[in-house]
């Protein structure tokens, strides 16, 4: 079975485009690109050959993050979030068997909770504060972010919410990310293996999107350090808080 039995010429153009916009993103924010990758594909792929469309260019994009600085920092990293990533392992493992047995409204619907939830909490402007590390609260997101993740590739956000309680540095939370989601990818990829998600039929699409997101993330890196990170920040919040509701709509109005 060839790409083009599954996907039209027009939808892999579009499926580039969105694959370019979530590595842009990636690259000027440090996070968000299942969300936009998610919310992009969705709107005229099935939910499952969306999710398979992301895993390859996440575990790309997300390897070049993690390793940015060094095999030695992304070690430190492991050791410091073991408990969360023990725990989003388990429940990402977990999250993924659903992806096939769930309606495509209801994923729609989970997904699309998710991603307005979150954006529209960092929209408001609400940040948790904590004094210091929790096992109890990094397992608890672990758990969180591994089933969510598992069923829609999206583990960003609670992450990002946690790390930012901690008011951990922006070049260490940035790092921390990319060792998180990192790993996070390499799960999600052998866990939709197991659950059919990824497979020969679907691989080559994952595949194409590769080359657009990784151009995607060079251009956002590129532009990071000219252009106010927090605005932009703000902006793509916005951007996700749109895609959001607009999964809501086609969830629960078709």
């Known amino acids: 079975m060839t790409l083009f039995s599954l996907l039209t010429p027009q939808d892999i153009l579009l499926a580039a485009l969105v694959a370019f916009l979530a590595g842009w993103v990636k690259g000027m924010v440090g996070f968000a690109m299942p969300m936009v990758f998610v919310s992009g594909l969705s709107m005229f792929l099935p939910p499952d050959l969306a999710i398979a469309g992301l895993i390859l260019p996440t575990?790309?994009?997300?390897?070049?993050?993690?390793?940015?600085?060094?095999?030695?920092?992304?070690?430190?990293a492991i050791k410091q979030f073991r408990i969360y990533l023990i725990v989003g392992l388990v429940f990402l493992l977990l999250g993924a068997q659903f992806v096939s047995v769930v309606p495509a409204r209801t994923f729609?619907?989970?997904?699309?909770?998710?991603?307005?939830?979150?954006?529209?909490?960092?929209?408001?402007?609400?940040?948790?504060?904590?004094?210091?590390?929790?096992?109890?609260?990094?397992?608890?997101?672990?758990v969180i972010a591994g089933f969510v993740g598992g069923m829609s590739g999206i583990w960003g956000p609670p992450t990002v919410a946690y790390l930012t309680a901690l008011n951990t540095p922006k070049a260490s939370q940035m790092r921390l990310q990319g060792v998180i989601y990192g790993l996070g990818a390499v799960a999600l990829m052998l866990a939709h293996l197991g659950s059919g998600i990824l497979r020969a039929e679907t691989a080559p699409f994952s595949a194409v999107l590769i080359a657009?997101?990784?151009?995607?993330?060079?251009?956002?890196?590129?532009?990071?350090?000219?252009?106010?990170?927090?605005?932009?920040?703000?902006?793509?919040?916005?951007?996700?808080?749109?895609?959001?509701?607009?999964l809501l709509r086609r969830s629960l109005m078709g």
């Open 59 to 76: 575990l790309a994009t997300n390897s070049v993050q993690a390793l940015r600085e060094g095999v030695p920092a992304a070690v430190s």
């Open 108 to 142: 729609l619907l989970i997904i699309g909770v998710a991603v307005t939830f979150f954006a529209l909490i960092q929209v408001l402007g609400v940040r948790l504060s904590l004094s210091g590390p929790s096992v109890r609260i990094e397992a608890t997101i672990g």
């Open 212 to 246: 657009p997101a990784l151009a995607g993330m060079w251009g956002g890196l590129r532009l990071q350090s000219r252009i106010d990170q927090e605005v932009f920040r703000k902006v793509t919040l916005l951007v996700l808080l749109v895609a959001g509701v607009n």
